[in-house]
Every structure is written in structure tokens, then in C-alpha cells.
């Protein structure tokens, strides 16, 4: 029999509904309304239901990690955000050699034939050395088409995007082949100057990597990444809004610089969601205290240990509408990268489901119409 749900708000891409009802079957949404179911009384009632959320920037959680060839481990990672409202993960990697990063993919797209993981990411080897943040100096690499063609076909279809400094040597070698092959090409991590930024994407740069973060700050006269980035109108804006890599007041000036185009995301390693301690990010130690991940050698910013229902607290709290934070971690990104089944309360979408309370804290989790 199919599952009614209702809750005394529904967040759907037209509108609020307050109260309303969603009824699933089998692992699709197959009806929604406003008010009151008029046939029945439903299963399960909550405070707030919203779209899964869509998490396209994560290394990892639960202890574990994406950069990995074990597919238990990945496993336990995506596991993690499933249970905290992240119903579709795209697994990020980092820098790591060619071969190395070939095989972790290899591994990570066993789990995107399962359903497990919604995608792949690429972030580096193709970065900056300046603007390096957490990633492994040894394994930032220069720009060929055929490392490009030797990891697209490692992922065997399922990698979806890549983050590219423009300006290395070799840069636009990478971003023509990324486009050829249709994979989404990111800028980030990235030391270019703004007409360098600008030839990217006019080359088919289409996201941010988390803007500010990794990349030159932003400079009246000379606006680089970031201003390039957030003005244009064809780019996705990634945020991490876990109240250490950006303060409020410029989580509201990009999502209000960037409406509709702002997609959150957790950068999230495999410290989230653990204790303090030390963990592994790549190649590269992290030591992670008071919840916040830094290179134990250098101090950088080591991605976070938040949660993507953390960031739309917080982009919420910044002074951003609900609806908008709560677009900001499904719509937005699943339009993104493509995911289009999914990030959307629409009848004939995914039944990924999130239920929220008045904290706006996940309380329980639906992934293709079970509950987890």
C-alpha cells in the first residue's frame, strides 16, 4: 500500500504548503497536496518535510573516508550523511597521483551502479600550489588530456564533476577535455586573475568550488575568482556554511549577490560527525579540535566536520529565508550537476524525503521510499 505523509509545512519548488500531504509509492512520490489528505488519514505526521538533500562536495564521515579502495569504508561514509538528511552524496577525492586516484574512483563507482553514492568529484590534482588549502603538494599535477581520459574511464560514467586552477600549466588542456567528455568543470582552489577566470568559463567552467575558500579574496579593482564567480549568471556558487570557513555576513552577501545559484555544501571529511582527534584527509594529516579540521603541519583549513543539514542552520541564521537555504541544499546542486529525479518534493521525483522540527534539526530520513 502506498505511504501518506503530511506535515504542517511541505517546502515543494512553487510553494510553502501549509499543511500539506505527500504520498509515496514504491520509490517514487506519487502525489502531493495542500491541506488534508481528502481519502485517508496519514501514516506519519511532522513538523516540516523537505526534499533529500543533495551534498555535492564530501571526502567523507562516520570515521571514514571517499579517498579509498575499499568499498566498505566508502560505504560507511555515505552511510553517514544518508542518516543526516543527505540523501544523494556526490564522493569528492583529493590530489592524489594519477594511478592512485584511478583506482579510488574504480572503487567509488561500484557504489554510484548500487545506488549508493549519486556521483563523483575531482577535486585536484589540477591545482594551484599556492592556493593548495589541505591538499598534498606532491600530488598537484599539470594539466594533460590524458590523464583526463584515463580517470573519466576509471569512473566509468559516473564522474560528474572536476575542480580545475585555470591558470596551471596545462589548465586548459584539462578544462576542454572535462567539457568534451561531459563532465562539469569547477574553478577552485585557484590563484587566476579575473580575465583568466573569465576565459574559463567562457571555456565551460559552470561551478565554484567553495567560493572564497581556496582562491584570492575579493579586491575592488582587481575582483579575480570571486568576483568573477558570483557575478556571473551561468556558475553555480558553492558555500560551506558551517560557521568556521565563512562568517555570516558574507554567507549573505554571496547567497543575495548569487539567488538562485547558490549551492551549499559540506566539504565534509571523515572527522564529521566524530570526536576531536586526528584523522587523514587524503595523504595528508588533520587534526581536528573544538570541531574544526586543520593540516596538523600548517594550521590550512582541512574541509569540515559539519553536516549539510548544519548549513542550511546556518544560512537560515545568517538572515537568508528558509525556503532559499532549504533550495541552496537540494534544488540547486541536484540542477547542477544534473541529478534531476532528486532535490525536488515534485510528484514523479525520487522519494527522498527529510523531516525536520521546529529547530530545523533532520529527525528522520526517507531514501527511495524506506525509511533509514
Not at 42 to 59: I, K, M, R, S
Not at 177 to 202: F, M, P, R
Not at 340 to 358: E, F, M, T, Y
Amino acid at each position: 500500500m502506498d505511504t501518506l505523509l503530511a506535515a504542517d509545512r511541505i517546502f515543494t519548488p512553487e510553494e510553502i504548503l501549509e499543511p500539506g500531504w505527500v504520498e509515496v509509492a514504491g520509490t517514487t512520490v506519487k502525489a502531493i497536496g495542500s491541506g488534508h489528505h481528502p481519502h485517508r488519514e496519514p501514516d506519519w505526521h511532522t513538523t516540516t518535510l523537505a526534499p533529500g538533500l543533495v551534498d555535492t562536495h564530501v571526502h567523507g564521515g562516520g570515521g571514514a573516508s571517499f579517498s579509498t579502495t575499499s568499498g566498505d569504508e566508502a560505504a560507511l561514509a555515505a552511510m553517514a550523511h544518508q542518516r543526516a538528511g543527505s540523501t544523494s552524496v556526490i564522493a569528492s577525492l583529493v590530489s592524489a597521483p594519477i594511478p592512485v586516484l584511478a583506482d579510488q574512483l574504480a572503487c567509488l563507482a561500484d557504489l554510484c551502479d548500487d545506488g549508493i553514492l549519486a556521483g563523483l568529484h575531482l577535486e585536484g590534482p589540477w591545482l594551484s600550489p599556492t592556493h593548495r588549502g589541505a591538499h598534498d603538494l606532491r600530488h598537484l599535477a599539470r594539466g594533460n588530456a590524458a590523464a583526463v581520459d584515463r580517470l573519466v574511464e576509471a569512473a566509468r560514467g559516473h564522474l560528474r564533476m572536476a575542480t580545475v586552477a585555470p591558470e596551471i600549466l596545462g589548465g586548459f588542456e584539462v578544462i576542454k577535455a572535462l567539457v568534451d567528455a561531459d563532465v562539469l568543470v569547477a574553478v577552485g582552489h585557484t590563484a587566476a586573475d579575473t580575465a583568466t577566470t573569465e576565459e574559463a568559463v567562457e571555456a565551460g567552467a559552470r561551478i565554484a568550488t567553495h567560493l572564497f575558500n581556496g582562491m584570492p579574496p575579493l579586491h575592488h579593482r582587481f575582483p579575480g575568482p570571486v568576483g568573477v564567480l558570483l557575478a556571473n549568471p551561468s556558475v553555480t556558487v558553492e558555500l560551506i556554511a558551517d560557521g568556521v570557513h565563512l562568517a555570516p555576513a558574507t554567507l549573505a552577501l554571496a547567497a543575495r549577490a548569487a539567488a538562485g545559484r547558490v549551492s551549499l555544501v559540506s566539504d565534509a571529511m571523515s572527522g564529521c560527525g566524530q570526536p576531536d582527534g586526528r584523522y587523514v584527509l587524503g595523504s595528508t594529516p588533520v587534526t581536528v579540535v573544538d570541531g574544526v579540521a586543520r593540516v596538523t603541519s600548517s594550521g590550512a583549513l582541512a574541509g569540515g566536520t559539519r553536516t549539510l543539514a548544519h548549513g542550511i542552520r546556518t544560512l537560515y541564521a545568517a538572515g537568508v529565508p528558509l525556503a532559499d537555504a532549504i533550495t541552496a541544499a537540494t534544488a540547486t546542486p541536484a540542477r547542477a550537476l544534473g541529478l534531476w529525479r532528486r532535490g525536488r518534493l515534485v510528484v514523479g521525483a525520487n522519494a527522498d524525503l527529510v523531516a525536520l522540527d521546529d529547530d530545523l534539526a533532520v529527525t528522520r530520513v526517507m531514501v527511495n521510499g524506506t525509511w533509514r
